[in-house]
């Protein structure tokens, strides 16, 4: 098993003994979705509500390494806590309330991602969603990649669209929008 794997269920293992909800997003995800690339951290959506934040960062400051100097300060005030594991992978959390946070969770599914390592994973149409809004040039061709190793005909684009659209509003980047429908379109065509 490789080490980010064994990095990511260290860290499902202390989300499990807490039942807390969460799931894998991120670079572990685009690998089972879309196609195998390099990644260097775990990356997660940990659902935690506003307002009590500090009971699930404590928890994980006690088994993992902080990233940063000031790493619960700067998780209380981003919504997101940086660690990493004794090996130095780092572990990016984010600190999840939002609606289509609770949805992507809820939706996620456990997956065997190699043999002896089953990871709770955000759905391919989650993923879609959270890299789309990311809107940065690898976030771009993951998403590519999810639609042409999925099939974009196959991905369930009402749910894309209507969790995608109020974040680019708040975002007020429609463009993503547009240029996600024109990936559909160009790969639709193309039979993909």
């Known amino acids: 098993m490789n080490e980010l794997c064994r990095v990511a269920l260290d860290v499902q293992r202390e989300c499990e003994k807490h039942l807390w909800k969460f799931c894998f997003i991120g670079g572990l995800a685009v690998q089972h979705w879309g196609e195998p690339r390099f990644t260097r951290d775990v ?37 997101v806590l940086l660690l990493k594991s004794c090996e130095g992978i780092g572990i990016d959390i984010a600190l999840g309330a939002l609606p289509f946070e609770e949805h992507a969770v809820n939706r996620s599914q456990l997956i065997e991602v190699e043999p002896g390592a089953v990871l709770r994973l955000c759905s391919a149409e989650d993923l879609v969603v959270m890299k789309a809004f990311a809107d940065r040039l690898q976030d771009q061709l993951d998403v590519q990649r999810i639609l042409t190793r999925q099939g974009a005909s196959n991905l369930d684009w009402d749910y894309i669209t209507s969790h995608l659209a109020p974040l680019c509003q708040l975002k007020n980047a429609p463009e993503i929008l547009t240029r996600l429908s024109n990936l559909k379109k160009s790969l639709t065509e193309n039979g993909q």
Request: glycine content about 8%.
């Open 43 to 79: 990356d997660l959506t940990l659902l935690t509500g506003f307002g009590n934040e500090e009971a699930y960062i404590d928890p994980f400051l006690e088994v993992f390494a902080p990233r940063i100097e000031g790493c619960r300060d700067f998780a209380l005030q981003n919504r």
